[in-house]
């Protein structure tokens, strides 16, 4: 179970990739029913980052940062990098708002991306980062 879950969350997140958030949606829709009834909680965690990031990209912000938020409380008490694409997903639409709570957020995703030195989650929080910065002017 935790395997079909995992790949339906890769494809999902590929999908994102080419902004294909349809297809995404679809997935982690099916990767959800795996991670409910096998109660998966990190894949859960992970599904509800991707889905913040795709909602965030089609512009429902609100419910955006309802499973940002929700992937990061899971985060605060067990972090993992499942929770990296809510990080980035939460970073973007903090900067995107203005909000100040914004570096904070790019700083703790831009650190797990770093630390675990890959490219799918160094190239999105370099991405949300250089979004930060030209959102400031800069």
């Known amino acids: 179970p935790d395997d079909h879950a995992r790949a ?3 494809l999902a997140w590929c ?3 080419h902004h294909d958030y349809r297809g995404a949606l679809s997935d982690i829709a099916r990767a959800y029913d795996e991670v ?3 109660d998966l909680r990190i894949d859960w965690q992970y599904l ?3 889905r913040a990031w795709a909602l965030m990209d089609t512009g429902d912000w609100a419910a955006a ?3 940002a938020d929700a992937s990061l ?3 605060a008490v067990q972090p993992t ?3 990296h694409p809510a990080l980035v997903a939460k970073a973007r639409l903090l900067a995107r708002r203005g909000d ?3 570096p904070e957020v790019l700083d703790e995703a831009w650190r797990w991306a770093v630390d675990s030195d890959e490219l799918q989650r160094l190239v999105p929080a370099g991405v949300a980062r250089a979004e930060d910065a030209w959102l400031d002017g800069d």
Do not use: C, F, I, K
């Open 100 to 102: 100040p709570g914004a």
């Open 8 to 10: 339906l969350g890769n």
């Open 65 to 67: 940062e309802r499973d």
């Open 81 to 83: 990098a499942g929770s």
């Open 48 to 50: 509800h980052g991707l």
């Open 36 to 38: 409910e009834r096998h």
């Open 73 to 75: 409380a899971v985060h």
């Open 15 to 17: 999908r994102l990739m």
